[in-house]
């Protein structure tokens, strides 16, 4: 085992991390996934049930995550070798790595759909949109070179190192992505006629509320913050002693909140402008945005800087998921970065091929695949790898901080950086990390497992 512990890379600085981190979480879950299922949900009576996730059970496993990793500094499976050697636990460390090659092979591919959608502007169709989305993810000539085409950005970023890459590529993505959202909002809260879709975003009718919407609001928490296959240990396992921890998860957190937040007002306000449906589920940015944009005064503009900064939000994101694997090649084998980069990440547009093709464009991967009811490759992948096994991941490795290597010694590691952490905080933090986090998260994986059976 290569453990040159002395020479592994760290972040820059404290911001260079927060970005980071924050880039990885802020992605197409956070501006194509929140819409929709807000929108599904009944919209603010589930934005509230989301924050409330958020606050008291995704931000203590959050720490947990990081803790973890900063201890350790290693990889999910290095991580875990360091506290429980040779035991089923590493198997754990196993899922977190596989789990991050696949989600990245279908994220890649709807990455790759809004990268192609800056330009679609330029082409403007012939036909309703609805149809052209459909046409347009059905060509294999289309989706395959724009999925490459965001691997190879993701796999330059890696390649290039923690601070050379990641942070540096986050550094100005970040505050871009920012701006773009504050334009967009701009035009979507000015148009006649937004004020119902503010309404529906913002003033919450409880009765709509039942057990699935609480699963829903607490699955998306989970993704929207990477949590549950040790993106948060990899990012966590950079950072020097001297960093504390809670706050800078927490403003991971809170700039993922805010942007899930930003990117309704975003929506909404345009969708009832232009007297559209918000429960329209997954089409909602691909197709319904279209519209509004095809409808509205310098909508092409709008449209190209909407899908810009979609592509620039799941960058990074894709980012935190290769490096997830390739941190585990470059800390356990003998291959360098780079190598590990180039091979994994085409190793994993290897793997997407069926997802794009499951669209439209082939009829096998599209209709006749069906697995734990879906349909679809894309579909059965998202449901195995991005839903079940992040619910499990994010069950065992709770388990494995709190229980196994101990809620003291996590604690411990807390401390550092974080002197202030005593007394109350911390008997509060151990009992929701201990009790109410694996609870909750068996809650949403026995719901999810019942709800396909
Ligand atoms: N959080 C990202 C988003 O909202 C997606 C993502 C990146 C992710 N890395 C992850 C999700 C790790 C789960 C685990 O789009």
Known sequence: MATATADREQWGSRIGFVLAAAGSAIGLGNIWRFPYITGENGGAAFVVLYLLCIAFICLPYLFAELALGRNSQKNPVGAIAAIKARTPWMLVGALCVLTGVFILSYYGVVAGWAFGYIFKGLVAPATD????????????????????????????????????????????????????????????????????????YLNPDFSKVDGGVVLAALGQAFFSLSLGMGAMITYGSYLPKSENLLVSGGYVALFDTAIALLAGLMIFPAVFAMGQ?????????????????????????????????????????????????????????????????????????????PSALSQGGSDFFTNQLQLFGQTGF?????????????????????????WVWGADAAVRELQQGADGFTGMAVAVWRFFVKYVCPLFIAAILVGKVLGTI
Not at 293 to 302: H, I, K, R, T
Not at 326 to 348: C, P
């Open 378 to 402: 894309l579909n059965i992948m998202d449901y195995i790898w991005g839903n079940v096994s992040l619910a499990l991941g994010a069950l065992l490795l709770s388990i494995f901080v709190s």
């Open 129 to 200: 949109a609805g149809t052209y989305f459909a046409s347009f993810i059905a060509d294999p000539w289309t989706v395959i070179p724009l999925m490459g085409f965001f691997m190879l950005f993701t796999i330059s970023i890696v390649a290039s190192g923690v601070e050379q890459g990641i942070e540096r590529a986050s550094k100005v993505l970040m505050p871009i992505l920012l701006v773009l959202i504050l334009v967009v909002i701009f035009r979507s809260v000015t148009l006649p006629g937004a004020g119902a879709g503010l309404e529906f």
């Open 277 to 353: 449906n918000p429960s329209e589920g997954p089409a909602l940015v691909f197709v319904i945005l279209p519209e509004v944009f095809g409808a509205m005064p310098l909508g092409s503009f709008v449209g190209a800087v909407f899908f810009t900064l979609l592509s620039i939000a799941a960058l990074t994101s894709t980012v935190s998921l290769l490096e997830v694997v390739v941190s585990y090649f470059v800390d356990e084998t003998s291959w360098s970065r780079k190598k590990s980069a180039w091979l994994v990440g085409g190793f994993t547009f290897l793997v997407g091929v």
